[in-house]
């Protein structure tokens, strides 16, 4: 790397699955976009599709490393990545949204070992944080999802407290108080769906004088300040018990038509199962599943065809709450649905799946 060369500011996404990570990071991409800067994205992913490049708009340069996770079978992978991003689009700014799972402190490392033979510098780590669901997880106190969201609020420099207009006024002072009293030093920004009015805190981070070989792990400050916590963290770094095999077992890449019923991989504590639906199914029945879903299965996404509505939808659902988007995904897409979670039945899951198809199957009628 050259002495004088322009270091691109990096911005880690971190927070839990569903928090709002992708939300927030088209929100950044259009605010890049509007005073014409090139943003670019990297992408993680647990399972061996990314859904949520659907959108993403197709002008904004995306590298997406699915089917592992940056914070460790990925971290290597992540130098290149950046390299690759750098030399075909010279971006203005990168932002890498890591998997829910991932543990802010491996994947801080991660970001970091790559900044010491690229021109990056990263500039903040934003961590997305669920209220309702900080406030119900803290109140059972314990369990290893609970931990690491623990661990990615220790690390950020920004908190973002998400998903406000599900929290009572008092509910959001408690868990403001919380956030504080786990992180002393990040700005506290509340939020619904992302929405940012003040965004001088990344203004700062971008135009930071911080000498670029100064990174967050070293501890310098962030923004004058407002100090990074990274020393502070006690995050805990062994990935104990960590047996998971990270690598699908097919790729759809190669026009390989994927197995019905999937791989599981899992990452850690998480689960991940990811079907490829056959056959269309009925949308009453599906969100009722979605609403039946056992507590431990925390996040779902994917794309489905349904009998009754004219056109295929991308779905969302996190913590007992769906959406639904209609959406013409271009190139071949395939209806898949990932279910992330903890200790759940893989068997019970496909089970229902499966159901919802037959039932759609031998109702008479069909597509409309
Ligand atoms: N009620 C409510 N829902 C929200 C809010 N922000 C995001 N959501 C919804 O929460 C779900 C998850 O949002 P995402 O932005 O995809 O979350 P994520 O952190 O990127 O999810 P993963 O990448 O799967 O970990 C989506 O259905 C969003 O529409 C909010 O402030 N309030």
């Known amino acids: 790397m050259r002495k004088h060369e322009k270091h691109i500011p990096i911005h880690l996404l971190s927070g839990f699955l569903g928090s709002g990570k992708t939300t927030l990071l088209r929100r950044l991409l259009d605010y890049y976009t509007a005073q014409g800067k090139k943003p670019a994205v990297i992408m993680n992913e647990l399972g061996d599709i990314n859904l949520d490049g659907q959108l993403v708009g197709d002008e904004v340069p995306m590298a997406e490393m699915l089917s592992g996770c940056i914070c460790c079978t ?3 992978d992540l130098g290149v990545e950046i390299s690759m991003l750098v030399k075909e689009h010279q971006p203005d700014v990168i932002f890498i949204e890591s998997t829910g799972a991932a543990n802010p402190m491996e994947t801080l490392d991660g970001v970091t070992e790559a900044a010491m033979y690229q021109a990056i510098d990263l500039r903040s780590v934003v961590t997305v ?9 803290s109140r059972d106190g314990k369990g290893r999802t609970f931990k690491l969201m623990l661990e990615q609020i220790r690390c950020a420099t920004v908190l973002l407290i998400n998903k406000v207009d599900r929290l009572e006024p008092e509910q959001l002072v408690e868990a403001q108080q919380q956030l504080r009293e786990l992180n002393a030093h990040a700005q506290i920004i509340a939020t619904v769906r992302c929405a940012i009015d003040d965004w001088s805190w990344l203004e700062a981070a971008d135009h930071s004088s911080a000498p670029p070989s100064n990174h967050m792990v070293e501890g310098t400050t962030i923004n004058e300040g407002a100090a990074c916590s990274v020393n502070g963290c006690t995050a805990d770094h062994h990935h104990a018990g960590h047996q998971a095999d990270h690598h699908a077992d097919h790729h759809h890449a190669d026009g390989h038509q994927p ?6 991989h899992s990452h850690d504590h998480v689960m991940v199962v990811t079907y ?9 029945a599906f969100e009722a599943l979605l609403q039946r879903l056992p507590a431990n299965i925390y996040r779902a996404k994917g794309i ?7 056109s295929r939808f ?3 659902y996190a913590y007992k709450e769906s959406d639904f988007m209609r959406i013409d995904p271009q190139g071949h897409v395939n209806d898949v649905a990932v279910f992330i979670g903890e200790h759940f039945s893989k068997e019970w899951l496909l089970n229902e799946l499966k159901q919802l198809e037959q039932e759609a199957a031998s109702t008479p009628g069909g597509l409309l």
């Open 304 to 310: 489905v065809t349904f009998t009754d509505a004219p």
């Open 314 to 316: 991308l779905f969302q």
């Open 74 to 76: 990925m971290r290597g």
């Open 129 to 137: 944080v669920d209220g309702p669901e900080l406030l119900a997880r």
């Open 276 to 284: 490829y639906w056959q056959k269309p199914v009925n949308s009453e």
């Open 259 to 264: 197995d019905h019923h999937d791989q599981h």
